[in-house]
């Protein structure tokens, strides 16, 4: 990292499998840094207080609201935005689900919602459990994804639209996909 007089860093991103130069401010959040300095028109500014989701990325996997964090943190780390979960042009299953589902009605969420339950489909893969998780006796936490548990699990985004139903029907599919 480099200091210029002028109170800028320079810094690096590795963001959707590309190491990303920049020059900012130390106070630039993860969510600025992605839309205005580099171009990734996908993340949303919601409420830019981490109560809606819209900027939700993932950061070595795990969900996080980048409007909350400072980009200067994160370097070093993995950064996927909407735009890095497609590979070789086919959308990610969860991508193609929101679509099949309609999840979406004016779409401003969408991005950080598939981003959230990609993230929150491994965390409860690995048994992280939630408010709601009843306990079992083999491992601790639920193997079902229950509405409940996936309310739960969701309750961070926010659409104001209502396209919940939809929502819901994607991350089913995608985990009934995908459990082993």
Sequence with gaps: ???????????????????????????????????DHLGLQGTKKGCDQGACGACTVLV?????????????????REIVTIEGLAKSGALHPMQRAFIEHDG???GYCTPGQICSAVGMLDEFR?????????????NGASSELSDAELR?????????????????????????????
């Design 60 to 76: 070595d996997g795990e969900r996080i609201n980048s409007c909350l964090t400072l980009a200067i943190a994160y370097q070093g």
């Design 152 to 180: 739960e699990r969701m309750s961070g985004n926010l659409c104001r639209c209502g396209a919940y139903v939809g929502i819901r029907d994607a991350i089913h599919e995608v985990y009934g996909a995908t459990r082993s």
């Design 1 to 35: 990292m480099k200091s210029f007089q002028d109170g800028l860093q320079s810094i690096s991103l590795h963001v959707n499998g590309v190491e990303r130069s920049l020059t900012i401010e130390p106070r630039v959040s993860l969510l600025d840094a992605l839309r």
């Design 126 to 138: 690995k048994g992280a459990p939630s408010g709601v998780t009843p306990l079992s006796k083999e």
């Design 104 to 106: 979406f009605q004016c």
